[in-house]
C-alpha cells in the first residue's frame, strides 16, 4: 500500500499563486509515476500533470506555461506550482502515484476567487 498526503491548498486571489505538496509514504517502488488531477463541480476528472520517475514532465494544455510539475525523489515527494491562477482553476486537486496499481491522494481544496 501507498498513502498520499497533500498539502498547499485555499484561497487565491485571481492572478495569484499557490504551491501544492503531495508526499508518498508506504511501498515505494523507484519506478513510478507521480502528477496531479482535478475536479471541478459538475466537471470530469482531469489530468494536469504528470512526471514519472524516469522521464520527462508532461503538462495539460490548459495548465501549461502557468502550472509547474516537479518531484524530489529522495522526498518522494511532487510539487505543483501553480502561478497566474485563474477562476476556472477552482477545483480539487487530487495527487496520484501509479506503478502497477493508482493510488490516490485524499483532495485538496484550491479556490480562486476575489
Known amino acids: 500500500q501507498v498513502q498520499l498526503v497533500e498539502s498547499g491548498g485555499g484561497l487565491v486571489q485571481p492572478g495569484g499563486s499557490l504551491r501544492l505538496s503531495c508526499a508518498a509514504s508506504g511501498r515505494i517502488s523507484t519506478i513510478n509515476t507521480m502528477g496531479w488531477y482535478r475536479q471541478a463541480p459538475g466537471k470530469e476528472r482531469e489530468l494536469i500533470a504528470i512526471f514519472p520517475s524516469i522521464g520527462s514532465a508532461h503538462h495539460a494544455d490548459s495548465v501549461k506555461g502557468r502550472f509547474t510539475i516537479s518531484r524530489d525523489n529522495a522526498k518522494n515527494t511532487v510539487y505543483l506550482q501553480m502561478n497566474s491562477l485563474k477562476p476556472e482553476d477552482t477545483a480539487v486537486y487530487y495527487c496520484?502515484?501509479?506503478?502497477?496499481?493508482?493510488?490516490w491522494g485524499q483532495g485538496t481544496q484550491v479556490t480562486v476567487s476575489s
Open positions: 496520484i502515484y501509479r506503478t502497477q496499481s493508482t493510488y
